[in-house]
Nanobody, 126 residues
Framework: QLQLVESGGGLVQPGGSLRLSCAASGFNLGDYAIGWFRQAPGKEREGISCVSRYGARTDYSDSVLGRFTISRDNAKNAVYLQMNSLKAEDTAVYYC???????????????????WGQGTQVTVSS
């Protein structure tokens, strides 16, 4: 069974940092491009970052560029999202997703992705 599991969410003060992890079971995460998405209450799910299969290419939304960093460790079958300088507007449920289409280099479009984790809550509040 193919499964993605996010972890590392929690409550953090504005300006703080968190590191999210995305772990895979049942498949080799290194075979796929991986995206990070988030969904705040009442809003659509938005793509915020992606990384290509071997990590050569990354991309970020304007809302997180310069604050968040995506990375992957294929040996550990995991992808990470380091989030710094967190703001209240970063509060959301964060999801990782895998794109099985080998033609996809790096996409932040939800429709590109085939497997999703259950999400981890990130709350930025004082």
């Amino acid at each position: 069974q193919l499964q993605l599991v996010e972890s590392g969410g929690g409550l953090v003060q504005p300006g703080g940092s968190l590191r999210l992890s995305c772990a895979a079971s049942g498949f080799n995460l290194g075979d796929y491009a991986i995206g990070w998405f988030r969904q705040a209450p009442g809003k659509e799910r938005e793509g915020i970052s992606c990384v290509s299969r071997y990590g050569a290419r990354t991309d970020y939304s304007d809302s997180v560029l310069g604050r968040f960093t995506i990375s992957r460790d294929n040996a550990k079958n995991a992808v990470y999202l380091q989030m710094n300088s967190l703001k209240a507007e970063d509060t959301a449920v964060y999801y990782c997703a895998a794109d099985v289409d080998v033609r996809t280099v790096c996409s932040m479009k939800t429709r590109s992705y085939d497997y999703w984790g259950q999400g981890t809550q990130v709350t930025v509040s004082s």
